[in-house]
């Protein structure tokens, strides 16, 4: 049975190219996931705050390996990508990164977390309007997505300062640890007016956004 609308983004739109390294602001970039990130990554999966909203946690270096060596393979796959939020030192503080990446419709769904002393700075605000950005322009995605608890109050406040449109909620979509969550929703198009978010000035008061959102919790 044929489609009757072309697809918006061609096979090997993400595949042909390697995957970039992205500037957010000086001192802070995204890079590809490397294996000897894995300790810094399982560490970050040791925090209370993230196992809450993530749902998951790792329980060994292999586990942590695994984690960091899958993203490769998504991305040649394009079925999602991840990238490591990076200080000067080129330490991962954080990640941000496409879930369900579909090329047919150009759209995907966005995640990110931060380990415990890289918040209250600005740098999920920063990565989330760096992929973004990245995204609108050279991706060629067209939507943006994500989901967040309605009890994540920090998620919600990262979505708004990159320009995430609040669409609505979702009644107990999700189920976390305590039982059924409503899920908000949250979008940001390509078609968007570039507003004062795209100028991120590295200040407010930021904390840990939902690791995963909607389908790509566990990632």
Known sequence: MPLLVAPALPAG????????H????????????????APVVRAAFDCPVIQRWHVRR????????????????????????????VE?????????????????EASAQVSYW???????????????????????????????????????AASCQVAAR????????ARESVRHADGWHDMHRHARLATSVESGADRDDGG?????????LGGGRGQ
């Open 22 to 37: 992205l500037p957010v602001r000086p001192g802070l970039a995204l890079r590809p996931w490397r294996d000897d990130d």
């Open 204 to 212: 407010g008061s930021v904390g840990v956004g939902d690791p995963d």
């Open 58 to 85: 790792l329980d060994s270096d292999d586990e942590a390996r695994s984690w960091t060596a899958r993203w490769a393979g998504r991305w040649r796959d394009e079925s999602a990508a991840s990238w490591a939020v």
């Open 162 to 169: 990159a320009g995430f449109t609040e669409e609505g909620v």
């Open 114 to 152: 931060l380990v415990p002393a890289a918040r209250g700075r600005g740098i999920a605000t920063g990565a989330l309007l760096a992929l973004a950005r990245w995204s609108f322009a050279r991706g060629g995605l067209h939507r943006l997505a994500l989901e967040h608890s309605t009890g994540n």
């Open 88 to 104: 000067a030192d080129d330490r991962p503080v954080g990640q941000v990164g496409l879930r369900d990446v579909l090329l047919t």
């Open 13 to 20: 739109s993400f595949a042909a190219r390697e995957q970039p």
